[in-house]
T-cell receptor, first 113, second 114 residues
Framework: AQSVTQLGSHVSVSEGALVLLRCNYS??????LFWYVQYPNQGLQLLLKYTSAATLVKGINGFEAEFKKSETSFHLTKPSAHMSDAAEYFCAVTKNTGNQFYFGTGTSLTVIP | EPEVTQTPSHQVTQMGQEVILRCVPISNHLYFYWYRQILGQKVEFLVSFYNNEISEKSEIFDDQFSVERPDGSNFTLKIRSTKLEDSAMYFC????????????FGPGTRLTVT
């Protein structure tokens, strides 16, 4: 079975500061991992994905994540937060094409001017 | 760029009524999914559909729920007799048959049961 744990339901950073959102996964098979962003009253937008190629994955809006098998982690980072980054972020895992996604409980990011 | 579309964007219904949520997946995709997100909570899997049958379903997807692909383009979720606790955002997703498991999500239908 797969699962995802997102540590920190709320994260606040100052504008221009480093953003670090944590995601740890549990999977009995090599996982595929995703980060999605959700703005208020909107759908899920893919930020980036790990599909067993490069372990450091770059996504949209300056975000990146590193797959660390030894730590079972896939933390999301951005060097410099922007006000427009304020949103809910979800980590998700699946085991294969056609299988369900398991989502984490989400992390709400607040950016302080 | 191809995208998943969903209608309506917001549906209000009375408890006990039947609702049908509609989705148009990306045209060449073969897997279709429904997820729901209760306000303030995480996204939860309901059901997946492949080759005209359910391939996987969660505990949430009980006898009140059904899915159908009535034609070559639409994918629907029916809730037979809505309850207050069915109020949620419902997301449709689709994915291709291949090595990349990415699922493409629609904008969602907000269902409010009163």
């Amino acid at each position: 079975a797969q699962s995802v744990t997102q540590l920190g339901s709320h994260v606040s950073v100052s504008e221009g500061a480093l953003v670090l959102l944590r995601c740890n996964y549990s999977s009995s098979v090599p996982p595929y991992l995703f980060w999605y962003v959700q703005y208020p009253n909107q759908g899920l937008q893919l930020l980036l994905k790990y599909t067993s190629a490069a372990t450091l994955v770059k996504g949209i809006n300056g975000f990146e994540a590193e797959f660390k098998k030894s730590e079972t982690s896939f933390h999301l980072t951005k060097p410099s937060a922007h006000m427009s980054d304020a949103a809910e972020y979800f980590c998700a895992v699946t085991k294969n094409t056609g299988n369900q996604f398991y989502f984490g409980t989400g992390t709400s990011l607040t950016v302080i001017p | 760029e191809p995208e998943v579309t969903q209608t309506p964007s917001h549906q209000v219904t009375q408890m006990g009524q039947e609702v049908i949520l509609r989705c148009v997946p990306i045209s060449n995709h073969l897997y279709f999914y429904w997820y729901r997100q209760i306000l303030g909570q995480k996204v939860e899997f309901l059901v997946s559909f492949y080759n005209n049958e359910i391939s996987e379903k969660s505990e949430i997807f009980d006898d009140q729920f059904s899915v159908e692909r009535p034609d070559g383009s639409n994918f629907t979720l029916k809730i037979r007799s809505t309850k207050l606790e069915d109020s949620a955002m419902y997301f449709c997703a689709s994915s291709d048959l291949g090595a990349d498991p990415e699922q493409y999500f629609g904008p969602g239908t907000r269902l409010t049961v009163t």
